[in-house]
């Protein structure tokens, strides 16, 4: 009889989220010079044939009455459903791309692209009971660019950056986790 031994999902998830968080993680300085936090990646909303990425997205300041941060608090409750479709909508390509290159070289099977990073990830999430709540403060918002602070229950923070996208804001690869 062969026996596995099977890892403790409170190790599993604690776990991934660093790796999803060190995936938000730009080693590249941010054009602004300030610092950067976390976030997220890229798929059609339910509204939209596909993400818009780019200069000529329209000016989310007139087409998302919530601003910066009702965007993203939708995509953190979409990615917590899961409902992909929308979490990924509110990513930007790039986004989606490093974590789930950031996931591969953690040696994480099954994350092919954003659908089922989100899936996964709102499944582990769950499993360690990770609460939803955040404290989000705007700091910075420009018809171009908005800057996030973002702190979770669990205790990790960091720096969400936007950009306009198909009437809400997306979160971009510029986010990083501060702490």
């Known amino acids: 009889m062969l026996r596995t031994t099977r890892r403790p999902s409170w190790l599993i998830a604690p776990l991934l989220c660093a790796a999803l ?25 339910p509204t939209t044939s596909a993400p818009v990425s780019g200069p000529e997205a329209a000016p989310a300041a007139t087409a998302d009455p919530a601003g910066p941060e009702g965007s993203f608090r939708t995509w953190l409750a979409a990615s917590r459903a899961p409902d992909a479709a929308t979490a990924c909508a509110y990513m930007t390509p790039e986004l989606a791309q490093r974590m789930l290159d950031q996931l591969t070289a953690q040696g994480v099977p099954g994350v092919t692209d954003c659908a089922s990073l989100i899936t996964m990830t709102a499944a582990l999430f769950a499993a360690a009971g990770q609460p939803p709540e955040t404290v989000v ?43």
């Open 21 to 45: 968080l060190s995936g938000c993680s730009s080693d590249a300085p941010d054009a602004s010079g300030s610092p950067s936090a976390s976030a997220a990646a890229d798929a059609p909303s």
């Open 137 to 179: 403060e705007v700091r910075e918002e420009s018809a171009d660019r908005a800057v996030l602070h973002v702190t979770y229950a669990a205790g990790s923070c960091g720096r969400v950056v936007l950009r306009p996208g198909p009437g809400h804001w997306l979160l971009d690869e510029r986010s990083q986790e501060e702490c």
